[in-house]
């Protein structure tokens, strides 16, 4: 079975650009995350959807961040406008639906750079 | 407020020399996962531990999580340099799943 697919793996962006980064969880997974990464503050949570509802957007760090599930096999994170300082490794994660704190299977990540 | 805190941060090896990563949440937590990195990559899921005490080996890796269940431990016996990489600790917190700073293993050859 494939596992959680992100993309584009890579972006490379303008400040005041608008990017959007796309996420397929794992088919039966009733749990999608959104995480962002970087050397600063580690691995934050972002937002988590729970059968395509947002649940928890509390990491969200602005106005500027948002995030869809329209179905079941589908996300979007949102940046706009973009900044610098959002450059970071964002990584889509999805977990079966036993707990929203169960395991989770992180896709491989989108590098954003932001100029 | 809820954290998961590990240490060390980075660690430095040399091939075959022992490395342990140490957990520790400020609440008592229901079961504790570990995660490893390889430089590049994604986390990946390695183990969850449920139970007081409970100890778990995967070939060179073993796991530990605390009788209180407030701690856990991972440790790497004659580590190699397919090692490396950075390796996380969760537990869930207030109805979300925390992920620790992570260790980060480097291992000189």
């Known amino acids: 079975d494939a596992g959680v697919i992100q993309s584009p793996r890579h972006e490379v962006t303008e400040m005041g650009q608008e990017v959007t980064l796309r996420c397929k969880p794992i088919s039966g997974h009733d749990y999608l995350f959104w995480y962002r990464q970087t050397m600063m503050r580690g691995l934050e949570l972002l937002i988590y959807?729970?059968?395509?509802?947002?649940?928890?957007d509390s990491g969200m760090p602005e106005d500027r961040f948002s995030a869809k599930m329209p179905n079941a096999s589908f996300s979007t994170l949102k940046i706009q406008p973009s900044e610098p300082r959002d450059s970071a490794v964002y990584f889509c994660?999805?977990?079966?639906?036993?707990?929203?704190?169960?395991?989770?299977?992180f896709g491989p990540g989108t590098r954003l750079t932001v100029l | 407020g809820q954290q998961v805190m590990q240490i060390p941060q980075y660690q430095h090896v040399q091939e075959g020399e022992d490395f342990t990563t140490y957990c520790n949440s400020s609440?008592?937590?229901?079961?504790i996962q570990w995660y490893k990195q390889r430089p590049g990559g994604h986390p990946v899921f390695l183990i969850q531990l449920v139970k007081s005490g409970e100890v778990k080996k995967q070939k060179r890796l073993t796991f530990q999580f605390g009788e209180a269940k407030k701690n856990s431990s991972l440790h790497i016996t004659a580590t190699q340099t397919t090692d490396v990489g950075t390796y996380f600790c969760?537990?869930?917190?207030?109805?979300?799943?925390?992920f620790g700073q992570g260790t980060e293993l480097s291992v000189k050859p």
């Open positions: 609440t008592t937590l229901s079961n």
């Open positions: 959807f729970n059968n395509n509802v947002p649940i928890d």
């Open positions: 994660a999805s977990s079966p639906g036993d707990s929203r704190t169960d395991t989770q299977y």
């Open positions: 969760a537990g869930p917190q207030v109805g979300k799943l925390i």
